[in-house]
């Protein structure tokens, strides 16, 4: 199984909702990413998990809250959005890297969540 | 610090008609490069990496990319387009956080469109 997995499609939610996206691999990889993606712009990243353990924040705001409960799920709690907060969101994995080892590993991407936030 | 620049922000060609989206990068290291494409309103998809070796890399749906160090160019081909094609092309460089980990700078995209 090389596929990434996200759940909802599309989100629409308000400003004082709380929702949840969320990620799934079995591909064994040990690193998860979350990235935001605006219309016609790159991905920008936002959290990256490396074994479990949250190692790069990208000074998101707090009403984006990830957690990895395992090495195979990563969620992303949303509370308080911004309607400047609609985006693309994408969840990636890859190999996982230890302090030495190789550090640079190709990422697979999920087909992503759309989210509007009224 | 690290960069990827792609200097077509929109590229159109005919169907059948050759292909090369151009990747400039700056990097202090020995690089490492991805060419990913993306759908509208879809994930991304790796098309082909260069870790090391073999300068001429291949990739998936018949794309190649050659790696240039003297021109820090990473160019992506195709000897000839199909309309599926049409897509958003990004050049990406993987770069190191604290020794240990990794993560992917993207550059902002060339749009293909593809005339029939």
């Known amino acids: 199984d090389t596929e990434v997995t996200q759940t909802p499609k599309h989100l629409v939610m308000g400003m004082t909702n709380k929702k949840s996206l969320k990620c799934e691999q079995h591909m064994g990889h040990r690193a998860m990413y979350w990235y935001k993606q605006k219309a016609k712009k790159p991905p920008e990243l936002m959290f990256v998990y490396s074994y479990e353990k949250l190692s790069i924040n990208e000074s998101v705001p707090s009403r984006f809250s990830p957690e990895c409960p395992n090495s195979s799920l990563l969620n992303l709690h949303l509370h308080a959005l911004q309607p400047e907060d609609s985006a693309l969101y994408l969840c990636a994995s890859s190999q996982g890297f230890r302090s030495g080892g190789r550090a640079v590993r190709e990422q697979f991407f999920g087909p992503g969540t759309r989210l509007t936030v009224l | 610090a690290q960069s990827v620049t792609q200097p077509d922000i929109h590229i159109t060609v005919s169907e059948g008609a050759s292909l090369e989206l151009r990747c400039n990068y700056s990097y202090g290291a020995t690089p490492y490069l991805f060419w990913y494409v993306q759908s509208p309103g879809q994930g991304l998809q790796l098309l082909l990496k260069?870790?090391?070796?073999?300068?001429l890399v291949q990739g998936i749906k018949g794309f190649e990319a050659e790696f240039k160090r003297s021109q820090s160019s990473f160019n992506l081909r195709k000897p000839s387009v199909h309309w599926s094609d049409a897509a958003e092309y990004f050049c990406a460089v993987g770069t190191y956080y604290g020794g240990s980990q990794g993560n992917l700078i993207f550059g902002k995209g060339t749009k293909l469109s593809v005339k029939p």
């Open positions: 260069y870790f090391s070796g073999d300068t």
